[in-house]
C-alpha cells in the first residue's frame, strides 16, 4: 500500500503541482480514507520526502542502465537527456522550483543528494570522453563539470515551462558538448543530432 501511495502521489504532484495536491486528494485518487495514507506517512512534508528519495533512486538507476549499455560518451549524454525527458511529462512547472519555492527544507536535503550523483556521473562522462578521443584532453575538469551543472539546475529551478525547460536543456547540452568536444567529437555530435532530428 505504501508503495501504492508515494506512486499515486508522484503522478498527482507532477500533474497539479507539489502545493495545490492535499492528503485528500490522494486519498480520492486512490478510492481510500485519508486515514490510511497517515498510517504510512505522518504528514504531507513526509510523503513528499519519500516521494523525492524514489525519484532520486528511479534516477540513479536510469543512469546505472545507460551506463551499462556501453556507449560512447556523447550517445550517452543524449540517451540520458532522452529517458528523463518522459519524468515529468504532465507537469506545467517543474518540480524541483516547486519544491524550492515551497518546501525549501525538503528541496535543501534531497538536492545535495542530486548534486552528487549528477557530479560524479558526468565526471565519470568527461573522463571516459578524453580516454575515448571525444573530449580535448587539456579541460579543466571540475570547471566543466559544475558549469554543465549550473546551467542544468538553474534551468530546472526556474518557473519555465517543461516545453521550455526540455528545449532548453538540449540547448544546453550541445553548448556543453561542443565546448568540450574534439573534431572526433563534434563528428559523433553532429551524427546525434542527426538521429534525433532526422
Same mark, same amino acid.
Given at each position: 500500500?505504501?508503495?501504492?501511495?508515494?506512486?499515486?502521489?508522484?503522478?498527482?504532484?507532477?500533474? !497539479?503541482?507539489?502545493?495545490?495536491?492535499?492528503?485528500?486528494?490522494?486519498?480520492?485518487?486512490?478510492?481510500?480514507?485519508?486515514?490510511?495514507?497517515?498510517?504510512?506517512?505522518?504528514?504531507?512534508?513526509?510523503?513528499?520526502?519519500?516521494?523525492?528519495?524514489?525519484?532520486?533512486? /528511479?534516477?540513479?538507476?536510469?543512469?546505472?542502465?545507460?551506463?551499462?549499455?556501453?556507449?560512447?560518451?556523447?550517445?550517452?549524454?543524449?540517451?540520458?537527456?532522452?529517458?528523463?525527458?518522459?519524468?515529468?511529462?504532465?507537469?506545467?512547472?517543474?518540480?524541483?522550483?516547486? !519544491?524550492?519555492?515551497?518546501?525549501? %527544507?525538503?528541496? %535543501?536535503?534531497?538536492? !545535495?543528494?542530486?548534486?552528487?550523483?549528477?557530479?560524479?556521473?558526468?565526471?565519470?562522462?568527461?573522463?571516459?570522453?578524453?580516454?575515448?578521443?571525444?573530449?580535448? %584532453?587539456?579541460?579543466?575538469?571540475?570547471?566543466?563539470?559544475?558549469? @554543465? @551543472?549550473?546551467?542544468?539546475?538553474?534551468?530546472?529551478?526556474?518557473?519555465?515551462?517543461?516545453?521550455?525547460?526540455?528545449?532548453?536543456?538540449?540547448?544546453?547540452?550541445?553548448?556543453?558538448?561542443?565546448?568540450?568536444?574534439?573534431? /572526433?567529437?563534434?563528428?559523433?555530435?553532429?551524427?546525434?543530432?542527426?538521429? /534525433?532530428?532526422?
Amino acid at each position: 500500500m505504501k508503495d501504492k501511495i508515494i506512486a499515486t502521489a508522484t503522478e498527482t504532484f507532477v500533474k !497539479l503541482g507539489v502545493r495545490s495536491v492535499t492528503m485528500d486528494d490522494i486519498a480520492q485518487q486512490m478510492g481510500i480514507s485519508k486515514k490510511t495514507i497517515y498510517k504510512y506517512f505522518k504528514n504531507k512534508e513526509a510523503l513528499i520526502t519519500e516521494v523525492a528519495q524514489v525519484a532520486h533512486l /528511479e534516477i540513479r538507476e536510469v543512469i546505472s542502465d545507460v551506463l551499462s549499455q556501453n556507449l560512447n560518451p556523447i550517445a550517452e549524454m543524449f540517451e540520458v537527456r532522452r529517458i528523463f525527458k518522459g519524468f515529468f511529462l504532465g507537469a506545467d512547472i517543474s518540480p524541483v522550483f516547486q !519544491l524550492k519555492k515551497y518546501y525549501p %527544507e525538503i528541496y %535543501e536535503s534531497i538536492i !545535495l543528494r542530486e548534486r552528487e550523483t549528477y557530479y560524479s556521473y558526468t565526471r565519470e562522462n568527461i573522463l571516459r570522453g578524453i580516454a575515448g578521443g571525444y573530449y580535448r %584532453e587539456d579541460l579543466e575538469i571540475e570547471n566543466a563539470v559544475q558549469f @554543465y @551543472y549550473t546551467l542544468i539546475y538553474s534551468l530546472h529551478e526556474s518557473d519555465i515551462s517543461q516545453t521550455q525547460l526540455r528545449d532548453l536543456e538540449r540547448s544546453v547540452l550541445i553548448y556543453h558538448l561542443r565546448a568540450i568536444s574534439t573534431p /572526433e567529437g563534434i563528428k559523433e555530435l553532429d551524427r546525434q543530432l542527426t538521429i /534525433e532530428n532526422p
